[in-house]
C-alpha cells in the first residue's frame, strides 16, 4: 500500500503478533496518531529547539509505525528533511542511517525504553550524539572530496589538453553520478560513441574510472575512490 496509511495490524520483530518485540498502535489510531505528530512539528508556539523536536518526532514516527513497509527509511529521511525545511542545513548531508545501522542494538534499546520506561531523554541523548558523530563524520567526508577532486582536476585533468574542457563536463558528472556507461557519457556529454570511448579510455589511464563489468560489450566504470569515500 504504497503511499497509503496502514489498514491492518503490523508488528515488529518475532514471526506473529504472538512473539512480537514490538506491536504498533492498532490501524484505526494511525491517522490522528499521525496528524498530532504534524502538530507536533509544526507549532511554533513549543520552544522546541529543531533537534530535540525532530528527535522526538523520530521516535514517535518509529512508534506509530503508520505504513506497512518503508517506515525505517522513512522516518529516517524525516530527520534529514525537516533540518532541511528549517534551514538547520542548507543541503540533506546529515542522514544518520550509518550511524542507527553501526549502533543498532542500542537504537532499538533506547526506542523501546520510551514505550516502556519513558526514558524520553536517554533516547535523545543517543540521538544527539549520533547527530555530533554524523556531521563530523561528514565534514571528514567533504574535506576529503575537495582534496580527490583538486587532484582530479588540478593534476590529472589538465594532461588531456584540448580535451579538458569535455573532460571537465565529464568529471562533473560524476561526482552526482558516479557509475556510468559509454551511453550515459554520449547522451549527457551530446558527443558522439567515439568521443565517448576515447574520454572513457582517457579516465581509465589516468586511474579515474574503473571497467567493472570484464565484458567487452555493455561495460560499466566507476569512479571509484569518489564512491570509496562514502563508505
Known sequence: MPGHFRTSQNWIGGASLKDAAFI?????????LMSDLEKFLHNDELH????????????????????????GRLGRLLITLYLVSNKIIARPVLYLSDFFEKNRNLYYDNLTSVR???ELSRWLTFFLVGVLETAESS????NAII????EVEEKKLTQLGKRV??????????????????????QRLG???VTAHRLVQDFEKLGILTEQTGYKRNRVFIFEQYLDLFR
Not at 51 to 68: K, S, W
Not at 147 to 150: E, G, I, N, S
Open 24 to 32: 504498533p498502535p492498532h490501524q484505526g489510531e494511525v491517522e490522528d
Open 48 to 71: 522546541v529547539p529543531p533537534l530535540i523536536r525532530i528527535g522526538i518526532a523520530h521516535y514517535q514516527f518509529e512508534t506509530i509505525h503508520p505504513f506497512l513497509d518503508g517506515n
Open 116 to 118: 516502556t520506561k519513558n
Open 139 to 142: 565534514i571528514q567526508t567533504f
Open 147 to 150: 582534496k580527490l577532486r583538486q
Open 165 to 186: 574542457p569535455l573532460a571537465m563536463k565529464l568529471i562533473h558528472h560524476l561526482y552526482s553520478n558516479p557509475i556510468v556507461d559509454t551511453g550515459i557519457i554520449t
Open 191 to 193: 558527443v558522439n560513441v
